[in-house]
């Protein structure tokens, strides 16, 4: 397909919005990109306090090693030498402590260590522990996009245990409780729930960190900057700062968006990266199938997160090259969201980002704290900086909680924090365009995958869906869903025989 002069608008400069724009300006499409928020990124994005660069939300990757999925694609894309990633501790890239009894749980990086650990924290289940592990793999090689290979299209293609749900995948290996939640650890990564996350997310967020856990060196910013970079040098637009107020529909095309600026924009295709019920926000709802609509707004949407931000006194503390996951009790992992206002949080995410010189003591620290939306809920209709001081009120309450929280791990935090800031599900909502702030798109169910999948093409012939909402989320599972949205308008064969040339050592 010859694509030299065709145009394409993207709806949103978040993650997939911009690894789509990137991978078309490669293939030779003429691409603008418009997000409504100032700064591009949605999750790459850091802002400053007091001279300090914050991430928002991509702390910790994977799959950037020698072969990795992430190292293939920015590879094609021309950008892998401007992303400086330091390697998590190869001992130990996640931390799981449980208060009750004391454990501390490392995780390895690489499958023979990660196995082997878990195998000395419980030798009876070796065996088990061996099978677990050589099943989760299995999984993650029938996912062919993962492995970059044409996926295919159907989940009938999968075999029985790809869609169990997670919890009854983990426990088919062993009854032992205690072993059941450490093998859940990273749940609150994607959301899980025991009984209806399908067990496929489970399987290849595990694999992704276990097999190259890594943080970006500077700040997530540079990866949104970067793919920008893309799509401007291949004679391409990104605006911030002016969204898409407009979709305009046509006998089942859109024919232009208009934007905030009241300027209107006209091109062959279109991509929204946004949620699709901030999509249909924007068009003539008449002219989108109701069915359609309903069914994608009736589909729940993950939990939220409160995040806390510390600015810490110099040397003062340790930086930590790994992810901290603290709770309670093992039963609570897979409880982090049920809580009341006496038992929040139930766990805590923690991460001292690496600085540009990698010092051993850390600037910053992030706390993550799983918070559903109807915690703020009487707060939906206000805007930033302008919620009330009930709303300031209750973000001091939820920092002095969570502070306290940290002190029960590390005695003496509090004298070393110089500032504090904080951002509750609201802050999501509105700077991210993510319904209820959720914090991994819509919810997978096990039980129904057609109620729960949404396609990359649409009700449009030629606008399409990408972003985390579609398949996957994250770091991992945005980029793979931007492969498949580009490969609708350039063929899925014809862009991974690109990718996998690149990652080859062929320039195509």
Same mark, same amino acid.
């Given at each position: 397909?010859?694509?030299?002069?065709?145009?394409?608008?993207?709806?949103?400069?978040?993650?997939?919005?911009?690894?789509?724009?990137?991978?078309?300006?490669?293939?030779?499409?003429?691409?603008?990109?418009?997000?409504?928020?100032?700064?591009?990124?949605?999750?790459?994005?850091?802002?400053?306090?007091?001279?300090?660069?914050?991430?928002?939300?991509?702390?910790?990757?994977?799959?950037?090693?020698?072969?990795?999925?992430?190292?293939?694609?920015?590879?094609?894309?021309?950008?892998?030498?401007?992303?400086?990633?330091?390697?998590?501790?190869?001992?130990?890239?996640?931390?799981?402590?449980?208060?009750?009894?004391?454990?501390?749980?490392?995780?390895?990086?690489?499958?023979?260590?990660?196995?082997?650990?878990?195998?000395?924290?419980?030798?009876?289940?070796?065996?088990?522990?061996?099978?677990?592990?050589?099943?989760?793999?299995?999984?993650?090689?029938?996912?062919?996009?993962?492995?970059?290979?044409?996926?295919?299209?159907?989940?009938?293609?999968?075999?029985?245990?790809?869609?169990?749900?997670?919890?009854?995948?983990?426990?088919?290996?062993?009854?032992?409780?205690?072993?059941?939640?450490?093998?859940?650890?990273?749940?609150?990564?994607?959301?899980?729930?025991?009984?209806?996350?399908?067990?496929?997310?489970?399987?290849?967020?595990?694999?992704?960190?276990?097999?190259?856990?890594? @943080? !970006?060196?500077?700040?997530?910013?540079?990866?949104?900057?970067?793919?920008? /970079?893309? #799509? &401007? +040098?291949?004679?391409?637009? $990104?605006?911030?700062?002016?969204?898409?107020?407009?979709?305009?529909?046509?006998?089942?095309?859109?024919?232009?968006?208009?934007?905030?600026?009241?300027?209107?924009?006209?091109?062959?295709?279109?991509?929204?990266?946004?949620?699709?019920?901030?999509?249909?926000?924007?068009?003539?709802?008449?002219?989108?199938?109701?069915?359609?609509?309903?069914?994608?707004?009736?589909?729940?949407?993950?939990?939220?997160?409160?995040?806390?931000?510390?600015?810490?006194?110099?040397?003062?503390?340790?930086?930590?090259?790994?992810?901290?996951?603290?709770?309670?009790?093992?039963?609570?992992?897979?409880?982090?969201?049920?809580?009341?206002?006496?038992?929040?949080?139930?766990?805590?995410?923690?991460?001292?980002?690496?600085?540009?010189?990698?010092? @051993? !003591?850390?600037?910053?620290?992030?706390?993550?704290?799983?918070?559903?939306? /109807?915690? #703020? &809920? +009487?707060?939906?209709?206000? $805007?930033?900086?302008?919620?009330?001081?009930?709303?300031?009120?209750?973000?001091?309450?939820?920092?002095?909680?969570?502070?306290?929280?940290?002190?029960?791990?590390?005695?003496?935090?509090?004298?070393?924090?110089?500032?504090?800031?904080?951002?509750?599900?609201?802050?999501?909502?509105?700077?991210?365009?993510?319904?209820?702030?959720?914090?991994?798109?819509?919810?997978?169910?096990?039980?129904?995958?057609?109620?729960?999948?949404?396609?990359?093409?649409?009700?449009?012939?030629?606008?399409?869906?990408?972003?985390?909402?579609?398949?996957?989320?994250?770091?991992?599972?945005?980029?793979?869903?931007?492969?498949?949205?580009?490969?609708?308008?350039?063929?899925?064969?014809?862009?991974?025989?690109?990718?996998?040339?690149?990652?080859?050592?062929?320039?195509?």
């Amino acid at each position: 397909m010859a694509t030299e002069s065709r145009t394409v608008i993207i709806i949103g400069g978040g993650i997939g919005g911009l690894f789509c724009g990137a991978i078309l300006s490669r293939e030779g499409w003429r691409v603008k990109i418009f997000e409504r928020h100032t700064k591009i990124g949605g999750g790459l994005h850091q802002f400053v306090r007091r001279g300090v660069a914050f991430e928002t939300g991509m702390h910790v990757m994977g799959a950037f090693h020698d072969g990795g999925v992430l190292n293939r694609i920015c590879s094609y894309l021309g950008i892998l030498d401007k992303l400086p990633v330091l390697p998590a501790d190869e001992g130990g890239f996640d931390l799981f402590h449980v208060r009750c009894d004391g454990k501390k749980y490392f995780m390895p990086r690489g499958y023979d260590r990660f196995t082997a650990s878990l195998c000395a924290h419980f030798p009876e289940e070796t065996d088990n522990i061996r099978r677990y592990m050589e099943a989760l793999y299995g999984i993650c090689r029938e996912v062919r996009l993962y492995n970059m290979e044409n996926p295919g299209i159907s989940f009938r293609e999968f075999s029985d245990d790809f869609m169990r749900s997670v919890g009854d995948f983990i426990d088919s290996f062993t009854g032992n409780e205690r072993l059941r939640h450490v093998m859940a650890y990273c749940n609150p990564l994607y959301a899980g729930d025991r009984y209806t996350t399908p067990v496929y997310i489970h399987a290849l967020i595990s694999k992704f960190y276990i097999e190259g856990a890594c @943080r !970006f060196v500077g700040g997530s910013q540079r990866m949104a900057d970067a793919l920008a /970079d893309v #799509v &401007r +040098r291949a004679g391409g637009e $990104v605006h911030a700062g002016c969204g898409v107020t407009h979709v305009g529909i046509e006998d089942r095309l859109a024919t232009h968006v208009v934007t905030a600026d009241g300027a209107r924009h006209r091109a062959d295709c279109y991509i929204s990266s946004i949620h699709p019920s901030a999509f249909f926000s924007l068009v003539d709802t008449s002219k989108i199938q109701r069915s359609y609509r309903q069914r994608i707004d009736a589909i729940p949407n993950t939990y939220s997160a409160y995040t806390l931000y510390l600015i810490l006194k110099p040397g003062a503390f340790p930086f930590f090259n790994y992810t901290y996951y603290y709770q309670d009790d093992y039963r609570e992992t897979w409880e982090h969201h049920l809580y009341t206002e006496e038992t929040w949080p139930r766990g805590l995410m923690i991460i001292t980002p690496p600085a540009t010189d990698c010092d @051993r !003591f850390a600037e910053k620290l992030i706390v993550n704290c799983i918070m559903n939306f /109807d915690t #703020v &809920r +009487r707060w939906e209709h206000t $805007v930033s900086g302008k919620r009330g001081a009930d709303y300031e009120a209750f973000k001091r309450r939820c920092e002095e909680k969570v502070i306290r929280r940290l002190e029960e791990i590390f005695p003496g935090i509090r004298a070393c924090i110089r500032n504090t800031y904080s951002a509750s599900p609201l802050t999501i909502r509105d700077f991210c365009n993510q319904k209820e702030g959720a914090m991994y798109g819509v919810r997978k169910d096990c039980r129904n995958m057609a109620l729960s999948h949404i396609s990359v093409r649409t009700k449009l012939r030629n606008l399409f869906f990408t972003g985390q909402n579609i398949n996957l989320h994250g770091i991992l599972g945005v980029p793979l869903t931007a492969i498949s949205t580009c490969a609708e308008l350039v063929g899925m064969d014809h862009l991974l025989d690109r990718i996998n040339a690149h990652a080859n050592g062929r320039n195509t």
